[in-house]
């Protein structure tokens, strides 16, 4: 693993084009472009932002939200399509890589997936969030274990969690142990208030101090106008306010450039792989400061099916 490079990071903090698919996916081709133009050579999209967060369905109560829920299906990403096709070629024509959050349509479920397309265009790695928080379980379905992976890619060796995964100690442990340089966290923004933007600084700045690794994290921002297309109930919009904390965090939990709490924007710092290995020296969680003597974790990194066909033994007949 080089330790001596230097990559130019960026998040943006981007709002959706409500119910349209089409719509924010040609925001995100922009903002990839506007990316490469500041130099960026790896760029951070929000959780679920292709075609948009449910947001409805933290404020309508699950025997209301059918019709929105439908419509979300309607609007998902399916891995691969036109859209993962335009994004790999975005990739590509400039240069940079890409992590994108979809609503991904698999069959008759959605998942919060996760997409990590390297600077060449390839899709280096879909992942799905392993556990849906709270309200998010009426929309989607479980991630698996195949999905907590560190890709090599042209920036170094990145990894990604989306919102509430950060609370899983586990999972964090398990991209840690493979020596994530770039770490890359996703929530949706525009949700329940000033105590989520406080908590995800807490988070972001945690893993960074634990992992000794890069925090780059995309929060999305919803507009005055979106927000009362979601709900005309001015006590619900509230709940639709704040929470947005675009920031890239250094290995030693410092802020590398101003975060963005409120509107478009994005956030670009300088990465200099060497803070890892300074980091490191003094505490290495999953090398010379870890006992795996006392405490151990077990992945199970098999991709999730309910339906295995088991070995047949010929020598036994139906007749049989």
């Known amino acids: 693993m080089d330790y001596s490079r230097k990559v130019r990071a960026a998040a943006v903090q981007i709002s959706p084009v409500l119910f349209s698919r089409d719509g924010t996916t040609e925001k995100v081709l922009q903002a990839i472009a506007n990316a490469a133009k500041e130099g960026a050579q790896i760029v951070i999209f929000p959780e679920t932002f292709v075609p948009y967060y449910p947001y409805f369905s933290f404020v309508q109560p699950p025997v209301m939200m059918g019709k929105e829920h439908m419509r979300l299906y309607d609007e998902a990403v399916v891995v691969p399509s036109p859209v993962t096709d335009a994004v790999g070629q975005a990739a590509r024509s400039h240069g940079i890589v890409v992590v994108l959050g979809v609503n991904e349509r698999d069959g008759g479920s959605l998942y919060n997936a996760q997409l990590i397309f390297d600077a060449d265009g390839s899709l280096l790695l879909k992942r799905r969030k392993i556990t849906p928080t709270y309200h998010e379980r009426m929309v989607w379905g479980q991630g698996d274990g195949a999905g907590l992976k560190v890709v090599d890619t042209a920036v170094g060796k990145v990894g990604a969690l989306a919102c509430w995964e950060h609370y899983n100690p586990l999972a964090r442990f398990a991209l840690m142990s493979q020596h994530e340089q770039i770490h890359c966290a996703q929530f949706p923004g525009?949700?329940?208030?000033?105590?989520?933007?406080?908590?995800?600084?807490?988070?972001?700045?945690?893993?960074?101090?634990?992992?000794?690794?890069?925090?780059?994290?995309?929060?999305?921002?919803?507009?005055?106008?979106?927000?009362?297309?979601?709900?005309?109930?001015?006590?619900?919009?509230?709940?639709?306010?704040?929470?947005?904390?675009?920031?890239?965090?250094?290995?030693?939990?410092?802020?590398?450039?101003?975060?963005?709490?409120?509107?478009?924007?994005?956030?670009?710092?300088?990465?200099?792989?060497?803070?890892?290995?300074?980091?490191?020296?003094?505490?290495?969680?999953?090398?010379?400061?870890?006992?795996?003597?006392?405490?151990?974790?077990?992945?199970?990194?098999?991709?999730?099916?309910?339906?295995?066909?088991?070995?047949?033994?010929?020598?036994?007949?139906?007749?049989?």
Not at 223 to 245: F, H, M, R, W, Y
Request: charged share 20%.
């Open 190 to 320: 525009s949700l329940v208030g000033q105590i989520f933007a406080d908590q995800i600084e807490v988070t972001i700045r945690h893993h960074a101090l634990e992992s000794g690794c890069f925090v780059i994290n995309a929060t999305g921002w919803l507009s005055p106008d979106q927000v009362a297309q979601i709900t005309t109930d001015e006590k619900l919009q509230k709940a639709l306010s704040g929470g947005c904390n675009t920031a890239i965090i250094g290995p030693e939990g410092n802020h590398l450039c101003p975060p963005i709490t409120e509107g478009e924007g994005m956030a670009i710092a300088d990465l200099d792989f060497s803070l890892i290995t300074k980091r490191k020296r003094m505490m290495d969680s999953v090398g010379h400061y870890a006992r795996p003597d006392l405490l151990q974790a077990h992945l199970n990194a098999e991709p999730y099916s309910g339906f295995q066909i088991a070995n047949f033994d010929e020598s036994v007949t139906l007749n049989e």
